[in-house]
């Protein structure tokens, strides 16, 4: 099999800047993959979708997203996205996952929809030691991506919950950087707010009331 000039050019790169000696807090955190471009709505969020991956970092968590990897963003912690196929692309796969470590990431998030979604699985095994979060993209992928024998991990969440997948990666992330760790705090802190704001308005508006003050507006 021939590696297409566009996919070759990607694999060279992410080689050279395994070799450059990048600082760390210059690097990108997290690393998001993903099988093809139409599994961004999960992601990422948006289109009718529920927040993806990518909302959790930028808008819940103060992360940038970091896209190229020679000239970082201001903000402290980063993430970077590709589309990257274990079935399309092996060699990017490959490529990607050997890498990832001495490019500076401390976890990645891959994501992949139909019933062969080898991705998340794959690029686990060859990113180890490194922590690989799986995101199932539809539920018949469940199973293929959390189905690793013993031996080799892999860390998933349920279909489509690539929001989840990024608080994930944070988690892992804030053992090591505080910061990180209090932005998850707050964000919980949030979001309990919202449960119990709700639940009062729900209580005391009444149902109908609520539905008009809610659903009506
Ligand atoms: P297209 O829309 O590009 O046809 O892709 C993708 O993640 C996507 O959900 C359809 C679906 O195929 C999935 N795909 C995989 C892999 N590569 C692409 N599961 C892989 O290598 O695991």
Same mark, same amino acid.
């Given at each position: 099999?021939?590696?297409?000039?566009?996919?070759?050019?990607?694999?060279?790169?992410?080689?050279?800047?395994?070799?450059?000696?990048?600082?760390?807090?210059?690097?990108?955190?997290?690393?998001?993959?993903? =099988?093809? #471009?139409?599994?961004? +709505?999960?992601?990422? @969020?948006?289109?009718?979708?529920? $927040?993806?991956?990518? *909302?959790?970092? %930028?808008?819940?968590?103060?992360?940038?997203?970091?896209?190229?990897?020679?000239?970082?963003?201001?903000?402290?912690?980063?993430?970077?996205?590709?589309?990257?196929?274990?079935?399309?692309?092996?060699?990017?796969?490959?490529?990607?996952?050997?890498?990832?470590?001495?490019? =500076?990431? #401390?976890?990645?998030? +891959?994501?992949?929809? @139909?019933?062969?979604?080898?991705? $998340?699985?794959?690029? *686990?095994?060859? %990113?180890?030691?490194?922590?690989?979060?799986?995101?199932?993209?539809?539920?018949?992928?469940?199973?293929?991506?959390?189905?690793?024998?013993?031996?080799?991990?892999?860390?998933?969440?349920?279909?489509?919950?690539?929001?989840?997948?990024?608080?994930?990666?944070?988690?892992?992330?804030?053992?090591?950087?505080?910061?990180?760790?209090?932005?998850?705090?707050?964000?919980?802190?949030?979001?309990?707010?919202?449960?119990?704001?709700?639940?009062?308005?729900?209580?005391?508006?009444?149902?109908?009331?609520?539905?008009?003050?809610?659903?009506?507006?």
């Amino acid at each position: 099999m021939t590696t297409a000039d566009s996919v070759q050019s990607l694999i060279d790169q992410l080689h050279e800047q395994a070799e450059m000696d990048v600082p760390d807090e210059a690097t990108p955190d997290v690393g998001i993959v993903m =099988g093809s #471009d139409s599994d961004l +709505a999960t992601m990422a @969020g948006g289109k009718g979708k529920r $927040p993806g991956a990518y *909302a959790a970092l %930028a808008d819940e968590l103060g992360f940038e997203e970091q896209t190229d990897y020679t000239d970082a963003p201001e903000a402290r912690f980063t993430f970077e996205t590709f589309v990257v196929s274990a079935h399309r692309t092996p060699e990017l796969m490959y490529a990607y996952a050997e890498t990832a470590e001495d490019r =500076g990431l #401390d976890v990645i998030i +891959a994501g992949a929809g @139909g019933k062969s979604a080898d991705l $998340p699985n794959m690029t *686990a095994s060859i %990113a180890y030691p490194l922590p690989v979060i799986g995101v199932p993209v539809q539920e018949k992928s469940v199973d293929s991506v959390i189905g690793m024998p013993q031996g080799a991990p892999i860390t998933a969440v349920d279909a489509g919950k690539s929001f989840n997948a990024a608080l994930t990666a944070a988690q892992i992330l804030s053992r090591q950087h505080e910061e990180i760790r209090e932005r998850l705090v707050d964000y919980h802190d949030g979001l309990q707010e919202g449960v119990g704001d709700v639940s009062r308005d729900l209580h005391e508006l009444g149902t109908p009331g609520f539905k008009a003050e809610y659903w009506d507006r």
